[in-house]
């Protein structure tokens, strides 16, 4: 299966079960792995036959910073649901939402969660638009 890759996105977001996490924010870093199918676009050469990497960051960036959840979890599940919506053409998607600020008291590079989610499955977690 072909893939168009984010990685690496910060967005500064206001996520997490301390308070303190919600009122000051911090930085989140997305990697994100959409699978699709490309030789339209890859034939075609057209920016309209494929999912813009560019319009992909616009989604992950306004469902990272429109709410505010306490678990990474839930954002990261988030952000897979708005990609399999908005873009019809991605046929599943990986997300690794990683905290590298998380209020834990140990040396770490990042805390992260990691769902992969597919488009037959939005039907059956209930996701409308």
């Known amino acids: 299966?072909?893939?168009?890759?984010?990685?690496?996105?910060?967005?500064?977001?206001?996520?997490?079960?301390?308070?303190?996490?919600?009122?000051?924010?911090?930085p989140f870093i997305i990697?994100?792995?959409?699978?699709?199918?490309?030789?339209?676009?890859?034939?075609?050469?057209?920016?309209?036959?494929t999912v813009s990497y560019?319009?992909?960051?616009?989604?992950?960036?306004?469902?990272?910073?429109?709410?505010?959840?306490?678990l990474i979890e839930r954002a990261a599940q988030v952000c897979a649901d708005a990609v399999l919506?908005?873009?019809p053409a991605v046929m599943s998607v990986r997300i690794t939402l990683k905290k590298p600020q998380a209020p834990i008291q140990a040396k770490f590079e990042y805390m992260a969660v990691e769902i992969e989610r597919h488009a037959h499955q939005k039907f059956k977690r209930g996701i409308q638009k």
């Open 54 to 70: 560019a319009k992909i960051v616009k989604t992950l960036t306004r469902v990272m910073t429109e709410n505010k959840y306490d």
């Open 85 to 87: 919506w908005e873009y």
């Open 31 to 49: 990697d994100a792995e959409c699978a699709l199918d490309l030789t339209i676009p890859c034939a075609s050469d057209r920016v309209e036959d």
């Open 1 to 26: 299966m072909d893939k168009i890759i984010v990685k690496g996105l910060e967005i500064f977001a206001y996520h997490g079960v301390n308070p303190e996490e919600k009122e000051n924010g911090q």
